[in-house]
């Protein structure tokens, strides 16, 4: 009988070994691969600690899990289309007015859908990747552009990656692009 109860009691201790070990790694692959690259970068600015980065993802998820995107009407979507097509045109002849312009537009479109307000980018921006990890890094990279230093051509791949996230946004979460007129589609090509 004690034979069995200690063999018992190294099964239990092995099984739950091998649920801490195996579960953090799971729980870190489910992480990496619900957020991305918004992971990797997480990763990164705690300087490689994973388990730092996981924690502050986690916490995301806590504060922005539970929150429901709420869809656009169409007079609201198409206001939204017609206000990009118009940052895609100034970008010609002003690319930092139209960088500006986009980082505004994607912040209202945002809060108009559920979001944080965009007074505080970095909550409005730790929310969308909760929800949107794939696409974040562009409306990033356009808030970082407006008032940066930088070339056309950075200012442009700014702009070209943010029009992912406004097409998921606009196209209320459902991760198509939005259908614009044949005009837009074949456009200047800037985004």
Do not use: C
Request: charged share 30%; net charge negative.
């Amino acid at each position: 009988m004690t034979t069995l109860v200690i063999i018992l009691a190294v099964v239990v201790v092995v099984a739950a070994g091998a649920f801490l070990v195996f579960g953090r790694k799971n729980g870190g692959h489910g992480l990496r691969r619900r957020f991305g690259p918004e992971y990797d970068r997480a990763v990164a600015r705690h300087d490689g600690d994973t388990k730092a980065a996981e924690h502050e993802l986690n916490e995301r998820l806590k504060r922005h899990g539970s929150l429901d995107e709420r869809a656009l009407t169409p007079e609201e979507r198409e206001r939204y289309l017609a206000r990009w097509a118009r940052v895609q045109d100034r970008f010609v002849d002003a690319p930092r007015q139209a960088v500006a312009e986009a980082d505004t537009l994607l912040a209202e479109l945002a809060r108009d859908l559920g979001f944080p307000d965009g007074e505080d980018f970095d909550e409005q921006s730790d929310a969308l990747s909760v929800h949107h990890a794939h696409h974040v890094h562009g409306y990033r990279r356009v808030h970082a552009a407006k008032s940066g230093e930088g070339d056309t051509e950075r200012l442009r791949t700014a702009l070209v990656e943010a029009r992912g996230l406004f097409d998921v946004l606009v196209s209320n979460g459902t991760d198509r692009p939005a259908r614009r007129d044949k005009q837009h589609a074949e456009g200047s090509g800037t985004a």
